[in-house]
């Protein structure tokens, strides 16, 4: 299992200037007029004792001051800015419209990414059949499969349309999380002075409930700003390993910093929110930017396992690229790469169409997945009047056939039971000559 990051008990561990926490101190207040002492650590996700330093600070700058307060401490104190304060608040926000979350140095990012990479991952075929147990696959298939997911570099999956290029990244991505558990992402990280944001709730998916406040021995929520000693890090989030598909709308830019101007602060590329889990390339040589220059864009990543980012000021810095990266494509490979790029890409697995006796496999499990009992006619039916007379069967077929005879039944408020009659007319919809 991956080890959590360990929450700092002090700024140093921290590892953030006094300065930014005490920014994003006055850009709370100043959003939401006054906030108790553990309002602001729980916006933060810092503990108290180390935003208290940054309300000493800015307390003994005349930058705010105490509303209230009770007998339970300053963290039960209500903090509002005074009119210096404000003029702050208002400097901070022109510098970096940022609010949220502490971010987390780049450097124990790095470090965390190291932790939980996909390199060396301990992959053998029960392994591999466990995370896809609930999927029809070429028996030679997962063998081909295993080697590449050892190795924790690239792979090049080719072969004609709808024969589960996607469902191979996903079924990686399941076994990535059952052999390597879950893994930690920051809500934002600082590098060379600047935030970039990094928690994409669309794609992590996360472990860890609510994830802002700790978990008592009892099992009820604690306030964020008490802490537990060796509790982990709630400037991270807790997820599953990541699997992130893209396909023929990537294009150079979406693999750069996205830079929010008028926030003076950045957005994670996708294959960066990616680390520690799988990243697709599916549709290869549909997108707007040509192979070619998709290609040399990932030459230094493959390699060295790095990429460098650039921001706005033109300043570089590097980043881990740890994770599984597929590209798929159902056009000829040798249009696509030269000999230079596939000879990166060590793990080549061609996808085929399946055959008979795969094909019904298929259809059964689908028919169980929508719970409508399986008629062997219809399968015997499609053979007969399309695979045998030149239509190349495709492992989705099945799918899309059932959902659209689920829809015909529907329609006509009929019972959805399958004969062949009824998946004939679903294949002739389906098949339809354009």
């Known amino acids: 299992m991956v080890p959590a990051p360990r929450s700092p008990a002090t700024l140093a561990e921290c590892g953030l200037q006094l300065g930014l926490i005490a920014d994003l101190v006055l850009k709370q207040l100043y959003l939401h007029g006054t906030l108790l002492g553990g309002d602001i650590a729980r916006a933060t996700r810092l503990p108290f004792s180390i935003v208290d330093e940054a309300l000493r600070a800015l307390r003994d700058q005349k930058c705010i001051e105490v509303a209230s307060g009770d007998l339970v401490g300053r963290v039960s104190y209500r903090f509002a800015l005074t009119e210096l304060g404000r003029t702050r608040a208002r400097e901070s926000f022109e510098h970096c419209r940022y609010v949220g979350p502490a971010p987390v140095p780049i450097e124990q990012y790095i470090e965390q990414c190291q ?28 063998e081909e499969l295993g080697p590449a997911v050892c190795s924790g570099t690239s792979i090049f999956v080719y072969g004609p349309p709808g024969n589960g290029k996607t469902l191979i990244a996903k079924g990686l991505g ?42 008592n021995s009892n099992g009820t929520e604690s306030p964020s700003y ?24 990537l294009t150079l830019d979406m693999l750069e910093l996205q830079f929010n101007a008028g926030g003076n602060f950045y957005t994670a590329p996708m294959h960066i929110k990616a680390n520690g889990g ?40 590097q980043l881990p690229f740890e994770q599984l990266i597929i590209f798929s494509t159902n056009l000829d490979p040798r249009e696509l790469v030269d000999d230079a790029f596939l000879r990166r890409i060590r793990h080549k697995v061609k996808i085929e169409s399946p055959d008979r006796d795969t094909y019904t496999e298929i259809f059964q499990l689908v028919c169980r997945q929508k719970q409508v009992e399986f008629d062997s006619s219809a399968v015997e039916m499609l053979y007969q009047r399309y695979y045998d007379a030149g239509r190349v069967p495709r492992s989705s077929d099945p ?4 959902e659209i005879a689920d829809s015909i039944c529907r329609f006509r408020e009929k019972a959805f039971a399958l004969s062949a009659e009824l998946i004939d007319e679903s294949a002739r919809r389906f098949f339809g000559q354009l």
């Open 226 to 249: 008490v802490v537990p000693e060796g509790y982990f890090d709630i400037r991270w989030r807790r997820i599953r390993r990541p699997v992130v598909i893209t396909g023929g709308e």
């Open 399 to 402: 799918r899309d056939l059932l």
């Open 278 to 317: 799988v990243f697709l390339i599916d549709d290869f040589g549909r997108q707007l930017v040509s192979p070619k220059e998709l290609l040399n864009r990932w030459i230094v990543p493959l390699e060295e396992r790095v990429d460098y980012l650039t921001l706005s000021t033109g300043r570089k810095f």
């Open 115 to 142: 932790l939980q990479h996909v390199t060396g991952a301990v992959c053998t075929l029960p392994m591999l059949r466990a995370a896809f147990q609930d999927s029809i696959l070429r028996p030679s298939l997962l």
């Open 174 to 215: 399941r076994f990535l999380n059952q052999q390597g558990g879950d893994i930690y992402v920051p809500y934002a990280i600082q590098a060379e002075s600047s935030i970039i944001t990094l928690f994409d709730p669309g794609i992590h998916h996360t472990t860890d409930d609510a994830g802002v406040s700790p978990r």
